[in-house]
DNA sequence: TTTTATTTGCGACAGATGTCGCAGGTGGTA
DNA sequence: TACCACCTGCGACATCTGTCGCAAATAAAA
């Protein structure tokens, strides 16, 4: 089975939100090499997003609030690790995408994520497992009515 | 050939902004039936997104602002349809999963789309074409350096 | 220990989105 | 023609995001 937890499937009241784009890119940085501290991380993205140094830690700042990251406070200065997991967060983008863009409900086939530079073949394994279990949980959910 | 323009890939400075998840589905409604009016549409949506019969109407006026739909007044009410084609947006949706979530170069495989409810055969033949010219444009592209 | 280079925390601001409510028309009906 | 139901334009407000800048704290260098 997998060895990761389905972190997007529970937690239906509170709504769990996915990452944005740019945090996406963050995130994407910290599954390569963990932990990094603010300034490391943005000297990767300061070529891909050209954003300034304070914009990145803002970035960082509000991902922590929503529990994307951990801080480490080692000496003086914080690092950050990912506190979502990999698989899962991009099951649950890949399975949002299929159910709302496309108005698939089966589970995506994972031979369309064969060309990813991101995942490797064992991942693409898990990625399958995530995936059932995201579709399988999508038809027994019931129909949000939008309750607060 | 393709009977669309790919909407998407023109306009590079202008970044065509793709529609919103609720945006999103307004347009579905109308490609499946073209035109209607705000009442019509909100009667649908009310019961996925929970709005009021406001709410529609504000999302329907800044759809037009953007260029999403096209308002026409008969007689005291309006009614709309999508400017955006179907296939090109949808297209563009897919293409930009596949590059900024799962850093996949090339097309992504039509065979994924077989299962969707929006997509007949022959658009997925229409989806196949656009998906290529979007791959190959994206590769030619140069690094956005982000000036304003 | 005084200076200098970095950090960090936090406040700010503009623009996009979700979501309403109100006031002023218009057409049909009594 | 006076009234009622429904429509439209438009202003408002709370959030979330993207993006900074500044001042206080800390570590490293002189």
Known sequence: MSQYTATFILN?????QQPTA??????????QKQPLT????????ETVLGWGYSST?????????KGFVAVQA???KNSYR????KMPTLAGFAQDFAKRIFEIDGPLPVA????????????IADLEQLLQQLAAAQLTKPVDSGEP
Do not use: C, Y
């Open 112 to 123: 369309m994520f064969a060309d990813s530079k991101l995942v490797s073949a064992a991942e």
């Open 38 to 45: 603010a300034r490391e991380l943005h000297d990767e993205l």
């Open 74 to 76: 080692q000496g003086n």
């Open 12 to 16: 239906s009241r509170t709504a769990m």
């Open 57 to 65: 830690r803002k970035t960082l700042e509000r991902m922590g609030e």
């Open 82 to 85: 990912a506190t979502l997991d």
């Open 22 to 31: 740019p945090e996406l890119e963050i995130l994407k940085l910290l599954w």
